[in-house]
């Protein structure tokens, strides 16, 4: 009975650690990145330019009040386009666009501090020159794991990090092909594989994860719906069974179901338009896909999607999911407030309390965070906070 009671408890633990209530307050905390005060993405295309000084923004998300407030503005040790959570030792992590030295740039590792401001741990140099997504594993290696990939050069490396969480030793260097741009990550629940959605090469590469070690092997390479679409993210339901693919070029989220034990991806046939223009819209050169993610409880798939031209909006996307993760029915096809510059990255509360319906959104085109809510089937604009000067804003992690 006591032991049944303990088994209970430990399979409960498992099953809501993907979501669950932070501390009972009502506020929560956010951080966000910049592009750097001389950011052009012109120039930074080829990832040699030198983008300036980057800051780190701490905002607060009120769940009663229902508002989005800026406390603190750190100077930053380089641009950082991408944020990732280590929560059990309390540090971000960030890819850093750093004046690049003989054609590499960097990572750095911030402590959170009491009132949620950050402070620099440490610096080390990435493979290339344009590190853009990153992902921390805190079940993996002795004290987590760091991972990142570049979107110009093409390599991706894994770190094991210390008990402080600061960078430590590059464990592993992984080699794509050169027409290879890399782009993000996402792992099965029960953390045994691993996606890296690769835009250049039309493809996403399954890895198997070996969490003693937190080192990665390939296991298989698998294409999206169609020739071009460019997978840049990817989201995984909660069970384990589909993983959804947001292709950049494509303007659509393609589904595919996982294989429990190769991580094998099969293509269902099921593809999602992520703008309202259907699944290939005559002027899609005219738009970028960006994000997709999946609400904490589970019920919600989000796709985000960016416009190149002035004056014309980009997206957001949603689609109830049903207890099996597959699609149940299209929920709605709003416009962004503008076109989303380089963003347009939506994140969403990974909490199951008053915040759960919440997500924010960030914008480089004229630059703001935003704080939404899905209430009912309608996604709602609570608050919008302007960070201008600096190339605000890329991605964002909820701190608590
Ligand atoms: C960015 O750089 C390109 C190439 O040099 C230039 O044509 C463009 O005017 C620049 N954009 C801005 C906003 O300065
Ligand atoms: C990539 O590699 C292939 C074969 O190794 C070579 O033929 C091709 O020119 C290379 N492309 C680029 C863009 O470097
Ligand atoms: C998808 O469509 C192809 C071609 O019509 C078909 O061969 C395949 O069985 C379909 N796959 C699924 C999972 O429905
Ligand atoms: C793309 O085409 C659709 C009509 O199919 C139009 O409504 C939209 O404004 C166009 N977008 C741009 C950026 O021109
Ligand atoms: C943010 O800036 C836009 C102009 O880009 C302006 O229209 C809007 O009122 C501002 N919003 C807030 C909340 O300051």
């Avoid at 960078?167 to 996606?195: A, C, Q, R, W």
């Avoid at 698998?222 to 071009?228: D, R, W």
């Avoid at 096809?333 to 909490?351: E, F, H, L, Q």
Wanted: hydrophobic fraction near 40%; charged fraction near 15%.
């Amino acid at each position: 009975m006591f032991l049944q009671l303990i088994f209970q408890a430990l399979c409960f633990g498992v099953a809501v650690a993907q979501a669950q209530d932070s501390h009972g307050s009502s506020k929560h905390h956010i951080l966000v990145g910049d592009f750097g005060t001389l950011y052009n993405q012109t120039l930074m295309l080829p990832g040699t330019q030198d983008v300036g000084k980057g800051f780190l923004y701490t905002l607060v998300v009120d769940t009663e009040a229902k508002s989005l407030t800026l406390t603190h503005t750190t100077p930053a040790a380089a641009a950082h386009p991408w944020l990732s959570i280590n929560r059990p030792a309390n540090v971000v992590y960030g890819s850093g666009w750093s004046p690049p030295i003989d054609g590499r740039r960097t990572f750095s590792s911030y402590k959170i501090e009491r009132d949620f401001s950050v402070s620099l741990i440490n610096t080390v140099t990435s493979c290339g020159t344009k590190p853009i997504a990153n992902d921390f594993i805190a079940e993996a290696g002795e004290h987590g794991v760091f991972y990142s990939v570049d979107f110009v050069t093409p390599c991706g490396e894994v770190w094991a990090v210390d008990e402080r969480g600061a960078l430590e030793t590059k464990i592993e260097s992984i080699g794509f092909s050169n027409v290879s741009t890399l782009h993000g990550f996402s792992t099965t629940p029960d953390l045994k594989h691993m996606y890296i959605t690769d835009l250049g090469a039309n493809m996403i590469h399954s890895f198997s994860l070996d969490l003693d070690s937190g080192l990665i092997t390939l296991q298989g390479n698998f294409t999206p719906s169609e020739l071009g679409a460019g997978p840049r993210h990817s989201a995984i339901t909660s069970n384990g069974a589909f993983i959804y693919v947001l292709d950049e070029e494509g303007l659509r989220v393609d589904q595919f179901t996982i294989d429990p034990a190769s991580g094998a991806l099969h293509y269902t046939n099921t593809s999602l338009a992520a703008t309202p223009f259907g699944l290939s819209p005559a002027n899609s050169t005219l738009y970028w896909s960006d994000e997709v993610a999946i609400s904490s409880d589970r019920l919600t798939l989000y796709a985000s999607t960016r416009s190149k031209v002035e004056g014309f909006s980009g997206f957001i996307s949603a689609w109830s999911l049903a207890h099996d993760g597959s699609i149940s029915d299209a929920l709605f096809t709003i416009p962004t407030p503008a076109n989303g510059g380089t963003s347009n990255i939506i994140t969403v509360s990974p909490w199951s309390d008053a915040s759960k319906n919440m997500l924010i959104l960030t914008d480089e085109d004229t630059d703001f965070v935003a704080l939404y809510e899905l209430q009912g089937r309608e996604l709602v604009l609570l608050d919008l906070v302007n960070i201008t000067g600096t190339h605000c804003c890329s991605g964002s992690v909820w701190l608590d």
